[in-house]
């Protein structure tokens, strides 16, 4: 079974860590589930690093698989916010070791493949690997660190915004991709909307034209995703399923977050929790139906 796991898995697992913090409002019992399946997962796919290193070794040699590994950092960084109340400050250890992790796979990418840039293997995972660092921000306030926050969100930025140009070329100029990886377009709806939640929760003193911005994007960006959502959960099940996980999970928590912060500066807020409500169903509907399918992939012979 620990042979059987993919590289995306860590994908799922860092869907589960985020929507514990979706949830989190409904039932401290809900998060603590969703954090106990989201460190399995991890645990599961941290058996394989160690027990078939080899496999994980020439999967890094993949652009896809490399990108995608940015996820097993990413849930790291959120899981150690999970792990505070359990050993208290010790937990800022496993968060400094996460984005440590991020910034070794930022570097290892970046030599890789960056350097030598074929745009025939871009894809929209390239966005976990320099923008995934921003859970970094979403977290820090858990730790009084938000001074680091606040940087990483704005490195975060300039990485998601240059990537949004990048990225959005490749998938214009070359529209042939292979089934497999066809499910990762919906990581589109991820970077902006976590550059958001990042910003709220770092950044001192916040700006409502930053925050509209990046709302009225990531909601472009979300219901572009939301439209061939359909066509990708057509598909046989591949790994990359896990990209329909995080990504509508960070956009349910950017949305509502940014609701709760335009209601408190004193804004007609509107419809706009019927959307948060919406967007949580889907999250909630998207997990529970990846794991589903991966438990079923890793149990079948």
């Not at 300039?158 to 377009?185: G, Q």
């Not at 930053?210 to 709302?215: A, K, P, Q």
């Not at 349910?252 to 019927?274: D, E, H, Q, R």
């Amino acid at each position: 079974m620990i042979k059987k796991v993919p590289i995306p898995m860590a994908g799922l697992s860092l869907g589960f860590a985020a929507l514990g913090n979706l949830l989190q409002s409904y039932s401290e019992s809900i998060r603590l589930v969703c954090g106990i399946i989201s460190a399995v997962l991890a645990i599961l796919f941290l058996c394989k690093c160690i027990f078939h290193f080899d496999m994980v070794k020439e999967d890094m040699k993949n652009p896809v698989m490399a990108s995608i590994s940015g996820t097993f950092s990413m849930a790291v960084i959120l899981l150690s916010a999970y792990a505070k109340p359990f050993i208290g400050g010790s937990a800022v250890y496993i968060w400094y070791i996460g984005i440590a992790l991020h910034v070794l796979l930022m570097l290892y990418f970046t030599a890789r493949f960056l350097y030598k840039l074929n745009m025939k293997t871009v894809f929209a995972s390239y966005y976990i690997v320099y923008v995934g660092i921003v859970t970094a921000s979403v977290t820090a306030p858990a730790f009084g660190l938000t001074g680091v926050g606040t940087g990483i969100f704005w490195f975060g930025l300039v990485c998601c915004l240059i990537l949004l140009v990048l990225v959005t070329m490749r998938y214009v100029k070359y529209r042939e991709i292979a089934e497999p990886a066809r499910p990762l377009f919906c990581i589109y709806t991820a970077p902006v909307s976590l550059c958001l939640a990042g910003y709220l929760q770092s950044v001192e003193t916040k700006s409502v034209t930053m925050v509209l911005f990046l709302m009225v994007l990531a909601g472009i960006l979300y219901i572009t995703v939301l439209v061939y959502l359909p066509r990708f959960l057509a598909l046989p099940f591949y790994p990359s399923y896990a990209a329909f996980t995080f990504p509508v999970v960070i956009s349910a928590i950017a949305m509502k977050m940014s609701t709760a912060f335009l209601a408190k500066m004193g804004y007609a807020v509107g419809f706009l929790p019927v959307i948060v409500l919406a967007e949580t169903v889907i999250a909630v509907c998207l997990v529970v139906y990846v794991f589903i399918r991966y438990m079923k992939f890793l149990v079948n012979r």
